[in-house]
T-cell receptor, first 111, second 115 residues
Framework: GQSLEQPSEVTAVEGAIVQINCTYQ??????LSWYQQHDGGAPTFLSY????GLEETGRFSSFLSRSDSYGYLLLQELQMKDSASYFC????????????FGSGTKLNVKP | NAGVTQTPKFRVLKTGQSMTLLCAQD?????MYWYRQDPGMGLRLIHY???????AKGEVPDGYNVSRLKKQNFLLGLESAAPSQTSVYFC??????????????FGAGSRLTVL
């Protein structure tokens, strides 16, 4: 089996930096993904890490430490439109075609 | 490109009724998935398919059946709906191979209420 843990809710102010953590327990770990979902909307892909280190895409960065079974999503220069839920998801070797999602972190950006 | 299209967007059923959710993708993706999303529980995989004519069980398959007769379509069926199946259902598709192997594209969701 597998388990993923994320904080349920995070609040930050516009212009700030926020980090959303994800710890996972799984066999045959292959990679960690991040998705964004606005209320009433569909999840959309943000990033994927298969190797240790930081991946940067504009204001968003994602980090992975395979030895610590830990990753995070870093959002910089927060904007009101970043208010959404963020999900981490693991991909397992063996269940290579499956993606298992965490329960999500609701980010509230305040002016 | 429409991407991933789900129909219907909303449906109310009575306990014991049957229905089918349709997912269609126009990206020529090999892999397709059905997830359900409940408050505080994230996305849970119901069934998935790695190609036309193939299906496999996910984490929570009981009470659901699926079919993938055509590559672009993935159907999710509820034979006898139960209140516990009240949820938002998301279909997703993926290439399954590089360069987009790790990216899932989701549909807009289908909100199902079972009374």
């Amino acid at each position: 089996g597998q388990s993923l843990e994320q904080p349920s809710e995070v609040t930050a102010v516009e212009g700030a930096i926020v980090q959303i953590n994800c710890t996972y327990q799984t066999s045959g770990f292959y990679g960690l993904s991040w998705y964004q979902q606005h209320d009433g909307g569909a999840p959309t892909f943000l990033s994927y890490n298969a190797l240790d280190g930081l991946e940067e895409t504009g204001r968003f960065s994602s980090f992975l430490s395979r030895s610590d079974s830990y990753g995070y999503l870093l959002l910089q220069e927060l904007q009101m439109k970043d208010s959404a839920s963020y999900f981490c998801a693991v991909r397992r070797g063996g269940d290579f075609n499956k993606f298992y999602f965490g329960s999500g972190t609701k980010l509230n950006v305040k002016p | 490109n429409a991407g991933v299209t789900q129909t219907p967007k909303f449906r109310v059923l009575k306990t014991g009724q049957s229905m089918t959710l349709l997912c269609a993708q126009d990206m020529n993706h090999e892999y397709m998935y059905w997830y359900r999303q409940d408050p505080g529980m994230g996305l849970r995989l119901i069934h998935y398919s790695v190609g036309e004519g193939t299906t496999a069980k996910g984490e929570v398959p009981d009470g659901y059946n699926v079919s993938r007769l055509k590559k672009q379509n993935f159907l999710l069926g509820l034979e006898s709906a139960a209140p516990s199946q009240t949820s938002v259902y998301f279909c997703a598709s993926g290439q399954g191979a590089p360069p987009g192997a790790n990216v899932l594209t989701f549909g807009a969701g289908s909100r199902l209420t079972v009374l």
